[in-house]
């Protein structure tokens, strides 16, 4: 199986920790140039250094507040003059936000489709083009498993997903005879910075390897997912391997999600 990206240029938001920082390491393992955006530069600088201490593209770090649709702008012209033309571009910024419906104000709505569902259309929107003149590109949106089943109390998130999820299928549809092919990972229960501020939040009566093994003992497959797998499954997304797959979300949560 072709999984060999040298020579393309890969840009991943949220990418300074968990998902956003192990698909990155794939990308370039695979040999992508690699663009990590991400808020703070402390994080960004330490994810850059450990990603290019294993062989594989170059690595460039964009500090970049991704609400903001000037600085996604900048950040974009700053990657393409620095690593050349985005052929990937991974939306996967975000962070969970749930509460109850009449709970949520205006501003809580708009803070959260403005990270999770306009940072995805204004980042795919500026290479979209670049990837359909090129006749080559992909697009993958991080969203979650409530996206497609969304129980109750788990808005904002779960109803910005499902735009993201919809966003998915209409840029699927638009690339596809150009060869930019979109594809969605639905995430379930993964170890990441977001299980890491849960136990936070927690009373600390374990220890956070405890913490994440109880948590983990109620799903299908019996633990919860590596922030890896889901890399392997981007790097393949993103390959040669998956040339003829787009418009799917696929359910990377070990069997957690009731419906495909």
């Not at 794939?26 to 201490?53: Q, S, T, Y």
């Amino acid at each position: 199986m072709d999984l060999d990206l040298t020579g393309r240029t890969a840009l991943v938001t949220g990418g300074s920790l968990g998902l956003g920082r192990a698909m990155a390491a794939a990308f370039h393992a695979a040999g992508a140039n690699v663009a990590l955006v991400a808020r703070r530069e402390i994080l960004l600088a330490e994810a850059k250094k450990a990603i290019e201490a294993q062989s594989g593209g170059r690595v460039a770090t964009f500090s970049c507040d991704v609400t903001d649709a000037g600085a996604i702008e900048r950040t974009v012209e700053a990657t393409v003059g620095d690593l050349g033309p985005i052929d990937i571009l991974v939306n996967n910024a975000g962070q969970s936000q749930t509460g109850r419906f009449e709970d949520i104000t205006d501003e809580i709505w708009q803070a959260d489709l403005d990270l999770k569902l306009f940072a995805a259309i204004r980042f795919s929107r500026l290479v979209f083009p670049g990837m359909k003149e090129r006749r080559w590109g992909r697009i993958i949106n991080i969203l979650n498993t409530a996206a497609k089943a969304p129980p109750p109390g788990s808005a904002p998130t779960s109803v910005s997903r499902a735009a993201g999820l919809a966003l998915t299928k209409v840029l699927a549809g638009e690339g596809a005879p150009h060869n930019v092919l979109v594809n969605a990972l639905m995430i379930g229960s993964i170890k990441s910075d977001q299980i890491r501020r849960a136990y936070d939040r927690s009373d600390k009566s374990v220890s956070f390897e405890e913490f994440m093994a109880n948590s983990g003992r109620s799903l299908p497959m019996g633990r919860m997912g590596e922030a890896e797998e889901c890399g392997n499954v981007a790097l393949f997304l993103a390959s040669g391997g998956a040339s003829y797959l787009t418009g799917c979300a696929i359910n990377m949560d070990g069997g957690l999600s009731r419906v495909v």
